[in-house]
C-alpha cells in the first residue's frame, strides 16, 4: 500500500459506499450507515500508508476491497 493524496481516499471510500466528507469538529468523516471514519486533511502531502491501514481497519475495510475500489 502507497501513500495517498486525500482526493484519491475520498474518491476510493466513496466506490465503497460511504459518502461525504461531512464537516465535523476538527476533522471531516465519511459516513456509511451508522458507521463514521474521520479523514485526516493533511497540508501539502499525501496521508501515509499507516494511517490508511488504520482508516480501513476501522472502517471493516479488506485489502481486497481497498484495491477493487481504485
Not at 29 to 48: A, E
Request: charged share 30%.
Amino acid at each position: 500500500m502507497n501513500p495517498l493524496s486525500r482526493r484519491e481516499l475520498i474518491r476510493r471510500l466513496r466506490r465503497l459506499g460511504f459518502e461525504g466528507p461531512f464537516s465535523g469538529g476538527r476533522h471531516s468523516f465519511m459516513r456509511q450507515g451508522q458507521l463514521k471514519i474521520r479523514v485526516p486533511n493533511p497540508h501539502q502531502s499525501d496521508i501515509s500508508a499507516s494511517l490508511i491501514k488504520e482508516i480501513l481497519k476501522q472502517a471493516g475495510i479488506s485489502q481486497r476491497e481497498w484495491d477493487d475500489a481504485e
